[in-house]
Nanobody
Framework: QVQLVESGGGLVQAGGSLRLSCAAS????????MGWFRQAPGKEREFVAS???????YYADSVKGRFTISRDNAKNTVYLEMNSLKPEDTAIYYC?????????????????WGQGTQVTVSS
């Protein structure tokens, strides 16, 4: 069983930056692929970014060039650095873990989920 706890959300003005963190329990963290998803009010959960066990990264087109996902296996933590934030980035951001080391972009490929952290970008 893997527990994921997100932090770092908040309110920021458009053009600003935030860094989300996701701390994971368990000794096999380095072998998991990790991902970030988000869900805005009235919309379906969507893929944001993922990183494989080998540190390969994948991004949604909507965040490419603005967001950076990274992981620190020594700290069992994955990060999402978000720059040039836009009001349309407002959502609850969820961290997810996959027991497969290969990064995925579909929520069905992830086995464990955090509770989410709210990100609000004001215009």
């Amino acid at each position: 069983q893997v527990q994921l706890v997100e932090s770092g959300g908040g309110l920021v003005q458009a053009g600003g930056s935030l860094r989300l963190s996701c701390a994971a329990s368990g000794r096999a963290f380095s072998g998991y692929a990790m991902g970030w998803f988000r869900q805005a009010p009235g919309k379906e959960r969507e893929f944001v970014a993922s990183v494989s066990g080998a540190h390969s990264t994948y991004y949604a087109d909507s965040v490419k060039g603005r967001f950076t996902i990274s992981r620190d296996n020594a700290k069992n933590t994955v990060y999402l650095e978000m720059n040039s934030l836009k009001p349309e980035d407002t959502a609850i951001y969820y961290c997810a873990a996959s027991v497969s080391a290969f990064a995925a972009t579909k929520s069905r490929n992830f086995d464990y989920w955090g509770q989410g952290t709210q990100v609000t970008v004001s215009s």
